[in-house]
T-cell receptor, first 110, second 114 residues
């Protein structure tokens, strides 16, 4: 099935560093979402973006909905050990299926 | 509200057996979605319901898979004659029409077919 192009695939950083990851698509989406998934658990919603150009923050997380509606990025500032996990972007057209990226595995070294 | 719940959390079965999973959505969420996730991949859409009506099915949903939501509340996903390739995490999500259809996921059911 269709997948979004998410990069990087993995990141190894030191505690306190900032992180940036992004997703691109050949298709236009009306909504972009970012989820975090811990091993053996379901994805947990971090940020939802509903409007092209929108920039939204949630604590140390900031995400933007690209102006072309074909891309989005997520930044994490001042990373901490509990930020470890897999981050997924997801695009949605209109109230139906989500199309997910392949995930970014984040490792934070204390 | 305790969020989306799924049962069982884990299931081990032998090839050829039938399995059934249950999902209880967040109350008052009228849309319910099923996804499948294999190791190292993002979740892939299987099907979704609006109330009791099944509105969309993915090509991933072979004829061995059937999903129901008879009363518009909980849903079941059944896999008949399981194959080793069915081993995956099966995720359920729900959304509310008045909340921009943002999907909230359950903890998933991990299936292992031996």
């Amino acid at each position: 099935g269709q997948q979004l192009n998410q990069s990087p695939q993995s990141m190894f950083i030191q505690e306190g560093e900032d992180v940036s990851m992004n997703c691109t698509s050949s298709s236009i989406f009306n909504t972009w979402l970012w989820y975090k998934q811990d091993p053996g658990e379901g994805p947990v919603l971090l940020i939802a973006l509903y409007k092209a150009g929108e920039l939204t923050s949630n604590g140390r997380l900031t995400a933007q909905f690209g102006i072309t509606r074909k891309d989005s990025f997520l930044n994490i500032s001042a990373s901490i050990p509990s930020d470890v996990g897999i981050y997924f972007c997801a695009g949605q057209t209109s109230g139906s299926r989500l199309t997910f990226g392949e995930g970014t595995q984040l490792t934070v070294n204390p | 509200d305790t969020g989306v719940s799924q049962n069982p959390r884990h299931k081990i079965t032998k090839r050829g057996q039938n399995v059934t999973f249950r999902c209880d959505p967040i109350s008052e969420h009228n849309r319910l979605y099923w996804y499948r996730q294999t190791l190292g991949q993002g979740p892939e859409f299987l099907t979704y319901f609006q109330n009791e009506a099944q509105l969309e099915k993915s090509r991933l949903l072979s004829d061995r898979f059937s999903a129901e939501r008879p009363k518009g509340s909980f849903s079941t996903l059944e896999i008949q004659r399981t194959e080793q390739g069915d081993s995956a995490m099966y995720l359920c999500a729900s959304s509310h029409p008045g909340a921009q259809e943002t999907q909230y996921f359950g903890p998933g059911t991990r299936l292992l077919v031996l």
